[in-house]
């Protein structure tokens, strides 16, 4: 009973914290200054860090922190204050999983401390020439103090091997954005998958940054391939699950997606889509709101519609 009510706590706070990066998104700024860190130890020595955006992780020890992923600018000193708590030694390597600001917004902040940034080639590239914002707003260009040193391309996987760890990087081509990375812990048997996955809320395909559907299945493949029974995997935003968590959302992306291509191919509108709910029987299982089904709707019609 505990373990529930926790996971209900802990995917209410997900949730949250992904309307306040919707609202951010939207031009609404959220107040960083309320923002609490929390820590949480995952195995050995990995830690994970939730403030407001994606899910912060950490692996430490003598040889320094390496990080994924930094969240929003504003909140790179609370970070690196949670981190002194657990290490005393500086932050070396910093991987983006994607280019989204909830991910990447401190990586100036950290390029200043010293931190060597890696990322995909493509992800530095819309660093340096970033889509507008949702409502149109453009997006200032990251300085060349935050931008990537390192990067790879959609196959090359890249190693290294610190505090007793092999990290393995694993480039996701065009699925949630096209410059995705899954981040392993080989000995520590984790993942992070940055925003191709997330626990909560319907996935997020996001076209203007060259996500693709496909991709997004691919994607979901590839950490199935990588994970036991016992692997933890951390998502870009909810709770940590299982293996399992993680095969029952690709069937439903696979169940929703099946079910619109065959109302495209009946002849049917977006707007009849829309309104036959192809989602009714996931509603209750996905924490989600009507924004994000609805996006989750288009994005799959405007995949699978045909390009006439």
């Known amino acids: 009973m505990r373990k529930n009510l926790m996971r ?25 200054s309320k923002v609490q860190i929390k820590t949480t130890k995952i ?5 994970t860090l939730e403030g407001q955006g994606g899910t912060v992780g950490i ?3 003598p040889d320094g922190v390496f990080m994924v992923d ?11 204050a949670a981190i002194k708590q657990v290490s005393d030694k500086p932050v070396r390597f910093l991987v983006n999983t994607h280019v989204h600001g909830d991910h990447t917004g401190g990586d100036e902040n950290f390029g200043r401390m010293g931190a060597t940034i890696i990322a995909r080639g493509t992800l530095r590239n819309r660093l340096m020439h970033p889509a507008p914002a949702a409502n149109g707003t453009p997006v200032p260009p990251t300085q060349p103090v935050g931008l990537p040193m390192i990067t ?28 995705d990375t899954m981040v392993r812990f080989v000995q520590n048997d984790v993942i992070m998958t940055g925003d191709f996955y997330r626990s909560v809320q319907y996935p997020n395909i996001d076209r203007v940054n ?3 559907l496909n991709g997004m299945v691919n994607g979901l493949g590839q950490i199935l391939a990588r994970s036991g029974p016992n692997t933890k995997i951390i998502p870009g935003h909810g709770p940590t699950v299982d293996r399992a968590a993680v095969m029952m959302h690709r069937d439903m992306l696979l169940a929703v997606r099946d079910r619109i291509s065959k ?7 977006q707007e009849e889509v829309l309104a036959a709910n192809p989602t ?9 709101s009507k924004e994000t089904t609805q996006r989750f709707v288009t994005q799959l019609y405007a995949e699978l519609k045909p390009v006439r």
């Open 59 to 61: 692996l430490v020890g």
């Open 210 to 212: 060259g996500g693709s």
């Open 152 to 179: 790879y391309n959609a196959t090359s996987q890249l190693a290294f091997h610190m505090n007793g760890e092999d990290v393995q990087l694993i480039p996701i081509p065009s699925a949630h954005t096209d410059g």
């Open 280 to 288: 009714a029987d996931y509603d209750a299982k996905v924490p989600n």
């Open 70 to 80: 930094c969240q929003f600018a504003p909140l790179s000193d609370k970070l690196m």
């Open 8 to 32: 209900c706590f802990h995917i209410v706070l997900a949730l949250l914290a992904v309307m306040a990066v919707s609202a951010n998104l939207r031009g609404q700024q959220p107040d960083f």
């Open 43 to 47: 195995s050995n020595n990995f830690y």
């Open 263 to 269: 109302m495209i191919k009946e002849g049917k509108s």
